[in-house]
């Protein structure tokens, strides 16, 4: 929340919060990725280095789906530069439940139960 008052961002209200997360995730291209980024981070933060190397994609597209993310309150921001740190921001953990209905979905290497692409991996 600090991170709102500093900017003047108003979070997003928590009854909309659940569309955010299905737009974001299933409803955009580069989804999978996004869900991929945010399983790993709910494990523990990282900063967009370790994430590239982990999910073996290239740090420019890691800072863009962060970067998006963050503007749009999944995840949240710690220290500056290289070094900055991402972590889940209160308002997806709260919220988590959605997440992992999708990610239940399409976490299978982006495949549904049908065999089908689930999402469009985007950069």
Do not use: C
Request: no cysteine; charged share 25%; net charge negative.
């Amino acid at each position: 929340m600090l991170l709102y008052k500093i900017f003047r961002i108003l979070p997003p209200k928590k009854k909309y919060f659940g569309y955010i997360v299905q737009w974001m995730i299933g409803g955009t291209r580069g989804g999978l990725n996004r869900a991929r980024i945010i399983n790993t981070l709910s494990e523990s933060p990282m900063n967009a280095h370790q994430l590239a190397q982990l999910l073996e994609l290239d740090y420019s597209t890691i800072r863009h789906h962060l970067e998006v993310m963050e503007k749009n309150g999944l995840v949240v921001s710690l220290g500056d530069g290289y070094g900055m740190a991402y972590l889940l921001s209160d308002s997806l953990l709260e919220n988590y439940g959605v997440f992992e209905e999708i990610w239940d979905k399409i976490g299978n290497n982006g495949k549904n139960d049908d065999g089908e692409d689930g999402l469009d991996e985007g950069e």
